[in-house]
């Protein structure tokens, strides 16, 4: 059987491990004679399954237990307007705009209330984290919103703002669990699974407690984290066979030394592509060196017919999904936690043959 080397920005690789546990599991799950597909949500296999998810992922990110994890439907786009339904309280939100995921978080936000742009990198397409002075925040702001890794641009924030009071709100579908943060600097956190935790079709919220609150009472149910938080993401039916690949993934993180191990690997992965991209005479990194995500790494040759050659022998050669986004263009290797050091290496060595043969 032949796997290739996977580079898509989502939904995207997930570990050989993962994989085949649930196919060794698929039709009998620990001697309950079914599938986790075909379970009630409200078995007692299901509880264990859940519970240790939520534990796991704890453990992992090192939770602490004022704030709740929820496990949500309706991917990191419903969070955009989750979020300020819940949050908008007094109605204003401080926002940095860091590219096409904060612009929809933007846009969804102003349906609620006054959204205030400290900071854009708009005007150089989005190539850089701009800096933040903490005297433009608003004092009185129902929370300050960033998104800490830009899937799209390939950059991230490797300094959080200093909000105060208020609380910091963050988009961290592309690189939560990549890399060690501090989980009581944020007042929630949202997170699509199908970047680094598991398949699409479910979306983890960590949200601290005195943040979940009643809503107005035109917030459809399913929409108020309150009403997840109280019954433990079980109100309705969760997406149950996603939170279970999710707790295969958070076991084989666990297993391979957490999250600050894992950085070390994603710090090696990067460090050995963006010292490729700098010493190449083709390839070209994309955004500001001091900016650079750790799991999506755009670049370019400068020549669209190149580019597109390249990816098409990258293709054939088994490095599959190097095509960048539409709205950049050139190329994008994301490299998530479930890409292997082997991977990135490999895909170097083609990118040497390929400047070699073409010069
Ligand atoms: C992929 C992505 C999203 C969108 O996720 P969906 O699950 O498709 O709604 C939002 N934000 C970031 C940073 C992403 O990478």
């Known amino acids: 059987m032949k796997r290739v080397y996977n580079f898509s920005a989502g939904p995207s690789v997930l570990p050989v491990e993962v994989l085949e546990t649930a196919r060794d599991e698929i039709l009998n799950w620990h001697g309950s004679g079914m599938s986790v597909m075909e379970m009630s949500h409200r078995s007692k296999w299901f509880e264990e399954i859940i519970s240790k998810a939520e534990e796991d992922l704890r453990d992992l990110m090192d939770i602490p237990s004022?704030?709740?994890?929820?496990?949500?439907?309706?991917?990191?786009?419903?969070?955009?307007?989750?979020?300020?339904?819940?949050?908008?309280?007094?109605?204003?939100?401080?926002?940095?705009n860091t590219g096409a995921w904060s612009k929809k978080a933007i846009s969804e936000a102003r349906k609620y209330g006054k959204v205030n742009i400290v900071a854009s990198s708009e005007e150089a397409k989005f190539t850089y984290i701009p800096d933040l002075d903490p005297e433009t925040?608003?004092?009185?702001?129902d929370y300050f919103y960033i998104t800490t890794n830009n899937t799209i641009y390939g950059t991230r924030f490797t300094k959080l703002p200093e909000t105060g009071n208020v609380p910091l709100v963050a988009d961290m579908s592309s690189n939560i669990l990549s890399e060690v943060y501090d989980v009581t600097r944020f007042g929630l956190i949202f997170a699509g699974a199908q970047k680094n935790m598991g398949p699409a079709g479910v979306t983890v919220v960590i949200i601290r407690e005195d943040l979940i609150n009643d809503t107005h009472l035109e917030v459809p149910t399913l929409l108020?984290?309150?009403?997840?938080?109280?019954?433990r993401s079980l109100y309705n039916t969760p997406p149950c066979y996603n939170i279970y690949i999710c707790g295969l993934v958070f076991e084989w993180l666990k297993k391979l030394g957490g999250v600050p191990a894992m950085q070390k690997i994603n710090e090696e992965k990067a460090r050995i592509l963006y010292d490729f991209l700098d010493n190449s005479s083709m390839f070209k990194g994309t955004v500001a060196k001091k900016?650079?995500?750790?799991?999506?790494?755009p670049f370019v040759t400068g020549d669209k017919e190149l580019d597109a050659r390249f990816i098409k022998e990258a293709e054939e050669k088994g490095f599959v999904n190097l095509k960048g986004h539409r709205s950049v263009g050139g190329m994008r290797a994301s490299i998530y936690n479930a890409m292997p050091v082997e991977g990135v290496k490999a895909l170097v060595e083609f990118?040497?043959?390929f400047e070699l043969g073409n010069k």
């Open 137 to 141: 925040f608003s004092a009185d702001a």
């Open 66 to 96: 004022n704030y709740k994890v929820l496990f949500l439907q309706g991917g990191a786009s419903t969070q955009f307007a989750m979020v300020p339904m819940n949050l908008m309280r007094k109605g204003k939100a401080d926002f940095v």
């Open 224 to 231: 108020q984290y309150k009403v997840h938080a109280e019954n």
């Open 351 to 353: 990118m040497k043959e």
């Open 291 to 297: 900016d650079r995500s750790l799991m999506n790494v």
